[in-house]
């Protein structure tokens, strides 16, 4: 009995530091863009996709929130990844209060959610087609000085001290 202590103790331990995934991508179809639903909405409408990018907007309406984001190809870590070429930009619908303090123009997001239909609207004097989203979850990604690629929260290290 004694001997199965430090083994508990142990895969309690690793457990405790293994992470939940960033969004559930069960059902998600990830080979949707932005783009090909602007091209072909009948063909995508109501497909659950995987989208991120920069906020270029945010407002709270009633019930919920409103984010227009400008599109990016996902990094494998599912973060916006802005050296690429920018997809359309699309709308996402949100059923809770997002402050948008913290969702502000320029903050990187990933969300999953259903794709609705194609919404008018406008980018300046230009009429353009929104691809609108039902969002799920939304995932806000910290600002470039509160990164921490590796996404652990454990560090390891040395130090060594001189002292006269």
């Given at each position: 009995m004694l001997k199965r202590i430090p083994i508990a103790l142990l895969l309690l331990l690793i457990s405790a530091c293994a992470s939940k995934p960033l969004l559930d991508l069960q059902g998600i179809n990830r080979n949707v863009t932005p783009d090909d639903a602007r091209t072909d909405i009948a063909l995508h409408q109501n497909e659950n996709v995987l989208w991120g990018g920069i906020i270029v907007a945010s407002q709270n309406l009633e019930p919920g929130s409103k984010l227009e984001i400008l599109a990016y190809p996902l990094?494998?870590?599912?973060?916006?990844?802005?050296?690429?070429?920018?997809?359309?930009?699309?709308?996402?619908?949100?059923?809770?209060?997002?402050?948008?303090?913290?969702?502000?123009?320029?903050?990187?997001?990933?969300?999953?959610?259903?794709?609705?239909?194609?919404?008018?609207?406008?980018?300046?004097?230009?009429?353009?087609?929104?691809p609108h989203v039902n969002a799920h979850e939304i995932h806000l990604w910290p600002l470039s000085g509160e990164d921490n690629p590796s996404g652990s929260q454990f560090h390891f290290g040395f130090g060594v001290s001189i002292h006269n």
């Open positions: 990094a494998s870590n599912l973060r916006p990844n802005t050296e690429q070429r920018a997809y359309s930009r699309f709308i996402a619908d949100y059923d809770k209060y997002l402050e948008t303090v913290d969702f502000a123009a320029g903050r990187l997001v990933t969300l999953t959610g259903t794709l609705i239909d194609l919404q008018a609207g406008k980018i300046g004097d230009m009429e353009y087609q929104y």
